[in-house]
Each structure stands twice: as structure tokens, then as C-alpha cells.
């Protein structure tokens, strides 16, 4: 019986890497100018990530659509009672992923009407997994960048 983990352990040692280089369709760098300005820096208090309870509904919903227009309602069913949308701002569902989500964040940038959600966080290897932010907009991006910095 112990053979079995240890089998299933070393077909995964073989399995996982093979997955591990596949482009990531959600994975979308943003051009260097705004990578270099990060002109606008969106506060945290108008981005919120989705609880992982709501993840694959999110993950449904942008599957076609790097975003979503969401009423305030919606907003605050993918993230929760703490979610708030100032005056004069609508939220969005938008793509986002993480690498190691213990040892990260997100941060949001803005230049015009594109919206560039990295995250950045410490990790031994390349890793990134799908989520999802609502951010409150003063109006409808133009596109959406999706960036995972890891630092070793």
C-alpha cells in the first residue's frame, strides 16, 4: 500500500512539467510604456478579488470576454460584503492571475482606458493559476493586460 504514493508521486514528478510550459490564453503582457509608467496606480480600495467560492462562476463568465460590466449587486456576490463602488464608478468583472497567493498581491494600473492587473509575488518557479478582480471604473476599459511577476 505504501508503493502507491510513491508511484503516484513519481508519475506526477513526470506528468507536471509537461503542463507546466503551456501558454496560459488569459496571459496578456501590457506594452512597455505602461509596464515603464504604470501611469495610474488603481487603489486598492476600488479593486477586490473574487472569494474562491465564486472563481469558476467568474472564470465562466470571462471565459470569452476579458471583462464584464457587473451591476453593484453582482459585484458584491463574487466578493463579498465588504465590497463597495464609490459615486461616478461602475464595477467590472476582469481577468486576473496569481502565482503564489500567500506571498503576493495585486496591483492595478491604469493608462487611459486600459487596465494592466498584475501580480507580483515570491515563489521558487513559474506558477500561475485564474482568478478574477471586480474593479470600480469611472468608465469601459479598452483592454485588459494580465501580468504574474515572480520573484525567486
Known amino acids: 500500500m505504501k508503493a502507491f504514493p510513491i508511484l503516484l508521486g513519481g508519475l506526477l514528478a513526470i506528468v507536471v512539467p509537461a503542463f507546466a510550459g503551456a501558454p496560459e490564453p488569459w496571459l496578456a503582457s501590457p506594452p512597455v510604456a505602461m509596464i515603464a509608467s504604470r501611469n495610474m496606480v488603481i487603489p486598492a480600495t476600488d479593486h ?3 472569494v474562491a467560492s465564486m472563481r469558476g462562476n467568474a472564470e465562466s463568465e470571462l471565459q ?3 471583462f464584464v460590466v457587473l451591476s ?3 459585484a458584491r456576490k463574487f466578493t463579498g460584503i465588504y465590497y463597495s463602488c464609490p459615486k461616478g464608478k ?3 468583472l476582469v481577468r486576473a492571475l496569481f502565482g503564489y497567493a500567500g506571498t503576493g ?3 492595478v494600473y491604469r ?3 486600459e487596465i494592466c492587473v498584475a501580480h507580483e509575488s515570491l515563489g521558487t518557479e513559474f ?3 485564474r482568478s478574477a478582480l471586480v474593479v470600480n471604473l469611472d468608465s469601459e476599459p479598452t483592454a485588459i493586460y494580465v501580468s504574474v511577476s515572480i520573484i525567486q
Request: glycine share 4%; no cysteine; hydrophobic share 35%.
Open 90 to 92: 461602475r464595477p467590472f
Open 111 to 113: 493608462s487611459g482606458r
Open 64 to 66: 470569452k470576454k476579458q
Open 48 to 50: 477586490y478579488e473574487v
Open 72 to 74: 453593484e449587486a453582482q
Open 127 to 129: 506558477f500561475s493559476a
Open 105 to 107: 498581491a495585486f496591483y
